[in-house]
């Protein structure tokens, strides 16, 4: 679908960063590019701002960016991405950054950002080609142009719970088939805890790699969250990294024991 867009890249480099300067070095530098990567989390914790980080990162980078959201409103990205130094309203009106509302849109209401322009309405997200079409028109505007590629699914337990379970499936064989070949990496959002661990492990599966942000079992009352790397094909020495980090004034602070 988009693979040709994604081909070559502003952001040359073969590994995208979080910009998490701990973190991405003990990823050997970063995520493969051409990777779909499960972002896990769980009661208590929020993987979206550490999301929302990497593709801060990729906007800074010179990589273009969507965020589709079935959860949240837009204007929720907005405070967050604007919180690590991007300008969204900015990147929305050259074309660095595209909205998919997945949220909002089906019920009727009205967009929250100054901004209309470079947001995708979706009315259906239980279908997997009603998703996929309206990522790829979001991108059409790079269509002929080699850029790299950050893309969010916030998230897929929405779809999930709204659709069938065959529905997930559907949509993770077509972001893997478009991306093995690219220069893309798309994080998708799963709340693990509120599904059935046998679904988490096929997911987990399909995935190129899985980041699990967790509560470590001594945060000491304090705002503390662990991101563990559970899994990164072809880098098993990533495996079981593991970063302590806690939200100050809208920014990921890593915590070093």
């Known amino acids: 679908m988009y693979n040709t867009m994604m081909s070559g890249g502003s952001s040359s ?16 530098g970063g995520i493969p590019r051409g990777s779909v990567i499960l972002l896990e989390d769980e009661i208590g914790t929020e993987a979206t701002p550490f999301a929302v980080q990497f593709l801060h990162n990729g906007l800074v980078s010179g990589d273009y960016s969507y965020i589709l959201t079935t959860e949240n409103i837009l204007s929720y990205y907005d405070n967050l991405l604007s919180s690590f130094g991007s300008n969204p309203q900015m990147h929305l009106r050259t074309g660095r950054l595209r909205y998919i509302d997945g949220f909002s849109a089906p019920y009727g209401f009205t ?5 209309t322009e470079g947001i995708e309405p979706i009315r259906d997200v239980s279908q997997p080609r009603v998703v996929n079409e309206a990522i790829r028109r979001s991108l059409l505007h790079i269509r002929d142009q080699s850029v790299g590629i950050r893309g969010m699914i916030d998230t897929l337990s929405s779809i999930i719970h709204i659709g069938e379970t065959r529905a997930v499936y559907s949509l993770l064989l077509h972001h893997l088939a478009t991306t093995k070949n690219s220069r893309g ?3 998708m959002i799963l709340h693990a805890d509120a599904h059935d661990e046998t679904l988490v492990r096929s997911i987990e599966h399909m995935c190129d790699g899985v980041i699990k942000i967790s509560l470590p079992e001594q945060a000491e009352g304090e705002n503390i969250q662990e991101v563990t790397v559970v899994k990164m094909k072809g880098r098993p020495e990533s495996s079981n990294i593991k970063l302590k980090f806690t939200y100050s004034s809208g920014k990921i602070v890593p915590i070093y024991d």
């Open 111 to 115: 967009h929250d950002l100054d901004v």
């Open 185 to 187: 990496v798309t994080l």
């Open 13 to 28: 480099e073969s590994l995208a960063k979080f910009g998490i300067g701990k973190f991405d070095e003990a990823l050997g």
